[in-house]
Every structure is written in C-alpha cells, then in structure tokens.
T-cell receptor, first 113, second 115 residues
Framework: QKEVEQDPGPLSVPEGAIVSLNCTYS??????FMWYRQYSRKGPELLMY????GNKEDGRFTAQVDKSSKYISLFIRDSQPSDSATYLC?????????????FGTGTKLQVIP | EAGVAQSPRYKIIEKRQSVAFWCNPI?????LYWYQQILGQGPKLLIQ????????DSQLPKDRFSAERLKGVDSTLKIQPAKLEDSAVYLC?????????????FGPGTRLTVT
C-alpha cells in the first residue's frame, strides 16, 4: 500500500464548476499537508499549506484536512480554464531530525470553457 | 527574487551513456532537493542536502546516480550509465529551512529521454 493515494484522473469539468480533489494517506506521522499545481512542462508550485485538521481558504481554493480519516481535499470554486493542470498532494513527516516529503501521483484536471 | 535555475532543460542520450544536470537554488536557501518525476507519477525524492551535507539519499540508486552540492550552493546530479527506465523529469527544489512550516520552490526541471 502506498503511503499517499491520489486518483490520477483525468478529471474534466465545465468552466464555473466546483472541483473536488482528494488524497488519502496511511502514515499517521504526517504533520504538514500541501497541494501543488503543476502546469505542463513546468515544476510544481505550492498552492495551499495546512498543518492541522480543518479548513483553510485562499481565494477560490479551500484545503481541508481530516486527520481522523487520513483524508485531505482541495476544492476549487468557480473553476477557470487557467486551472487546467495536474494537482499534486504532498505530505511531510518527521524523519531522523528533518522532514520527509511524500507526493501523491497527481490528478490531471481539465476545465472546459 | 530569482527562482530555482536548472540546466539543461532537455537531454536525449542513449542507454549506457552518462549525463549530468545542474541546479542553482534560490540564494540563501540551505536545503536542496533532487526529485525524479516519471510520466504520470508524483515526484520521488532522490537526495536532500542541508548546506553541503547529505540528509537523505535513501532512494538514490547509488550504483549509477551521484550528486554533490558544491560549497552549499549549486548542485549537480549525474547518471552513469543511464538506463531506459531513467527517462523522467529531474526536478530540483530548494527551501530556506527543512523543518517546521516551510515552502519548497521547484525549478522547471530537466526532461531526460534515454533511447
């Protein structure tokens, strides 16, 4: 079983739709939870960063963490064609004095005008 | 603030050849990471440096991959000899810290094709 599971998609939605992206994890030591956006032929860029269970909102994006269920989500409201990208979840856990990052496989999102 | 720089952007080599990638992190960032991203997968950490010391190289295939970070700044990743399964994007990232809340900044990556 992988430490982090993410549906690879692809996910295709019409412009203006609400998008829900999800990851599950098995390692209860994960402390920090991130969502990255990766455009084609570019490096990942950080979108959202959460430390504890609950919700965090930033503009059209909301990150949700449920540690009891080992489940994280990213919601995108009023999706735009410019949101078309691969979304990677990532999690960090302490490991020998530093923090080790584990990425999901990414979900490819296409927002159709 | 300049971002993470990587070169070359693309490289095509034949199997059993050697290749090297270069990374210049954001100025002042103590931690540098090399990731391998195979098509359709998430980035996999190959090696993490704190200044010029190795923090984690547990997933680096040490029989063919090597990496160094000169004077705690620039870094090179080398593959010798390359195999077909090494075809991937090699991402370099840097961060100011390696614990607590911190952000990793990624470079554009080097796309390697091994034929």
């Amino acid at each position: 079983q992988k430490e982090v599971e993410q549906d690879p998609g692809p996910l295709s939605v019409p412009e203006g739709a609400i998008v829900s992206l999800n990851c599950t994890y098995s390692n209860s030591a994960f402390q920090y939870f991130m969502w990255y956006r990766q455009y084609s032929r570019k490096g990942p860029e950080l979108l959202m960063y959460t430390y504890s269970s609950g919700n965090k909102e930033d503009g059209r994006f909301t990150a949700q963490v449920d540690k009891s269920s080992k489940y994280i989500s990213l919601f995108i409201r009023d999706s735009q064609p410019s949101d078309s990208a691969t979304y990677l979840c990532a999690m960090r856990a302490p490991s020998g004095g530093y923090q080790k990052v584990t990425f999901g496989t990414g979900t490819k999102l296409q927002v159709i005008p | 603030e300049a971002g993470v720089a990587q070169s070359p952007r693309y490289k095509i080599i034949e199997k059993r050849q050697s290749v090297a990638f270069w990374c210049n992190p954001i100025s002042g960032h103590a931690t540098l990471y090399w990731y391998q991203q195979i098509l359709g997968q998430g980035p996999k950490l190959l090696i993490q440096f704190q200044n010029n010391g190795v923090v984690d190289d547990s997933q680096l295939p040490k029989d063919r991959f090597s990496a160094e970070r000169l004077k705690g700044v620039d870094s090179t990743l080398k593959i010798q000899p390359a195999k077909l399964e090494d075809s991937a994007v090699y991402l370099c990232a840097s961060s100011l810290y390696d614990r607590g809340p911190y952000e990793q900044y990624f470079g554009p990556g080097t796309r390697l094709t091994v034929t």
